[in-house]
T-cell receptor, first 113, second 115 residues
């Protein structure tokens, strides 16, 4: 069935280093992918998205890579800052399936000073 | 522009009671979706409303219901509460959903505790 999973539950990085958060998905019909950041006590915050006809998209300090061959998604955060500490979720949507987001289990990113 | 707002932020109920949660989407957004977040199951889709009609429904029992008003505000109701319904209930709104997808923006959630 549909599932979006994350490889690592916790990722610790030093401040200033780059972070890479990975995500695997199983629904080959998925055509839209989103990364969300959730801080404690808050709802998920949109970071960046990518459609299935792209393999890379860049934002401010963040880059999302999509490899449809192996159904893999990654979020790269450049020069990680303490404010980046949060849980990161990947989510996918299958256009035609409505606006239903299927979320991964989440990765806790901890930034060490 | 104001974000998605949810009320109340915290709620404590006992088993067997019912509860109604409210969500006000971002101005101009017509689609509202609800999600349940628990440590064990993560974020799970409950249902989506668009133009006062339920467009999608997740795999939750009939005790979970919702509705949307003409101003796009939405409510969800859980009847006959069970301990397992304790969760963070999140509402998300997007501009439109007509065969294409739009970014969903989330509210802060309502933390429901069932005793």
């Amino acid at each position: 069935g549909e599932s979006v999973g994350l490889h690592l539950p916790t990722l610790s990085v030093q401040e200033g280093d780059n972070s890479i958060i990975n995500c695997a998905y199983s629904n080959s019909a998925s055509d839209y992918f989103i990364w969300y950041k959730q801080e404690s006590g808050k709802g998920p915050q949109f970071i960046i998205d990518i459609r299935s006809n792209m393999d890379k998209r860049q934002g401010q300090r963040v880059t999302v890579l999509l490899n449809k061959t192996v159904k893999h998604l990654s979020l790269q955060i450049a020069a990680t800052q303490p404010g980046d500490s949060a849980v990161y979720f990947c989510a996918e949507i299958h256009t035609g399936g409505g606006n239903k987001l299927t979320f991964g289990t989440g990765t806790q990113l901890k930034v060490e000073l | 522009k104001a974000g998605v707002t949810q009320t109340p932020r915290y709620l404590i109920k006992t088993r067997g009671q019912q509860v109604t949660l409210s969500c006000s989407p971002i101005s101009g957004h017509r689609s509202v979706s609800w999600y349940q977040q628990t440590p064990g199951q993560g974020l799970q889709f409950l249902f989506e409303y668009f133009s006062e009609t339920q467009r999608n429904k997740g795999n939750f029992p009939g005790r979970f219901s919702g509705r949307q008003f003409s101003n796009s505000r939405s409510e969800m109701n859980v009847s006959t509460l069970e301990l397992g319904d304790s969760a963070l209930y999140l509402c998300a709104s997007s501009r439109e959903s007509r065969g294409d997808v739009d970014t969903q923006y989330f509210g802060p959630g309502t933390r429901l505790t069932v005793l």
